[in-house]
């Protein structure tokens, strides 16, 4: 076989490889360690390989994965900054991204000099001989003129070094060029589908968000299920929020709601839906007893952590808040519920309105915590430190329900 049919055979390789994975929906540590594995099984001298993708995500602004070799991949989350880091500025492929460079070739024993990259200067102390950095553009310009890959979504910066004595061959630069876009496609189909999870799992939660995308989409697909309703809010919220000024008080929701969520996911719980200065959770992690016990566990917590966090917050002189929590139990509706154009996947039922109904007597009792008889009976032998104020009859309820609280 001839040397240039034995390149066509290595690309065609590669690429039947990363198309059948991508199709096949890996992730993208898996499709790159695999990329990886096999550029060297192919003959290519690889020492090191990263990759760089900006993210959607509220926490994080962008990913990076790194291959060594003997060592395998690791994959990072880089936070979000309005402002490029120093380290980042430096990097080779902020130089690609911000100077319209189509790529950067630098063989790291050929000059005495150092690098005007401070990661060249080490990864040659380390032994490399040679670096080859690109990007790969999965937009499409919105004009004739430049692409502005600092604001585009899609699209992967990448790098490869080699420490053989003579760097990369010209066969291999090929074979690297040539499977690119297919690497591109790949990526990016893999980092849509990591988009679509986090978005979902943060906008819907994490039983809605996986519900979602495993297809229960259809208007009106609906679960009945057994499960324990939180209600969660926050007390005096309406007089602070005319009082301070408007950062101070998405700040100060954020810090409590924060805390909220936390416990709510520490015990099993899931996200339904925000409401205001509140929340509306459920526990649904087994039989009603186990529901009722992990719901009475996430009370204890959020006792404990919102003590910590009013005690931090009066510490430094910022306005602090108390809470109202109820907890009903019973069958409720879980699923998709809106119009054509516009759905909700949330939860409907008598369950729900009793808890919104055992909310509205928390002023009346002077009680913050308040509980059903429903959660108390399921909870047993955990619902011990439960001390009952009464039975009430309920607007809307047809028989009197006796309402409890935790003895503190």
Not at 159 to 181: C, K, R, V, Y
């Amino acid at each position: 076989m001839t040397a240039s049919g034995s390149d066509a055979s290595k690309s065609s390789e590669l690429i039947t490889w990363l198309v059948t994975r991508g199709l096949e929906g890996a992730d993208k540590e898996e499709l790159l360690d695999g990329y990886c594995t096999r550029l060297v099984d192919l003959g290519v001298p690889l020492m090191r390989f990263h990759a760089a993708q900006s993210a959607l995500h509220p926490v994080y602004g962008g990913t990076g994965y790194s291959w060594y070799q003997g060592q395998g991949g690791e994959y990072k989350s880089f936070e979000y900054s309005e402002e490029p880091n120093e380290n980042w500025q430096q990097s080779p492929l902020f130089a690609i991204l911000n100077e319209g460079l189509d790529y950067i070739h630098e063989r790291l024993v050929d000059q005495n000099e150092a690098s005007r990259f401070p990661l060249l200067n080490e990864l040659r102390e380390r032994g490399a001989t040679d670096y080859f950095a690109t990007g790969v553009a999965t937009d499409v310009p919105t004009d004739n003129g430049l692409r502005d890959a600092k604001k585009s979504l899609d699209g992967v910066l990448l790098s490869w070094t080699s420490n053989a004595p003579e760097g990369f061959g010209e066969g291999d630069l090929a074979l690297i060029q040539t499977a690119l876009p297919h690497l591109g496609l790949a990526l990016k189909s893999a980092n849509h589908a990591r988009i679509s999870q986090d978005l979902m799992r943060v906008y819907l939660g994490r039983d809605a968000g996986q519900r979602v995308l495993s297809g229960e989409i259809r208007r009106g697909s609906l679960q009945q299920i057994d499960a324990v309703i939180w209600n969660f809010d926050l007390e005096g919220f309406t007089s602070l929020s005319e009082e301070l000024p408007g950062h101070e008080i998405i700040d100060m929701l954020n810090d409590y709601l924060a805390v909220a969520v936390d416990v709510v996911h520490a015990c099993g719980g899931s996200i339904l839906k925000f409401m205001g200065d509140g929340l509306m959770a459920m526990f649904d992690v087994g039989e009603i007893d186990a529901d009722a016990r992990a719901a009475l566990a996430a009370v204890t917590k959020l006792q404990e952590q919102m003590a910590t966090l009013n005690a931090h917050r009066a510490a430094s002189d910022l306005p602090v808040s108390n809470y109202t929590l109820a907890l009903h139990a019973g069958e409720i509706l879980y699923g998709n519920i809106g119009a054509e154009s516009r759905l909700d996947f949330t939860v409907i039922g008598p369950a729900v309105n009793q808890t919104a109904r055992i909310a509205g007597m928390h002023r009346s009792l002077g009680q913050r915590i308040l509980i059903s008889d429903d959660v108390a009976r399921a909870a047993q032998p955990d619902g011990q430190d439960l001390v009952s104020v009464g039975r009430y009859m309920l607007r809307g309820v047809p028989e009197p329900k006796e309402l409890f609280t935790i003895y503190r």
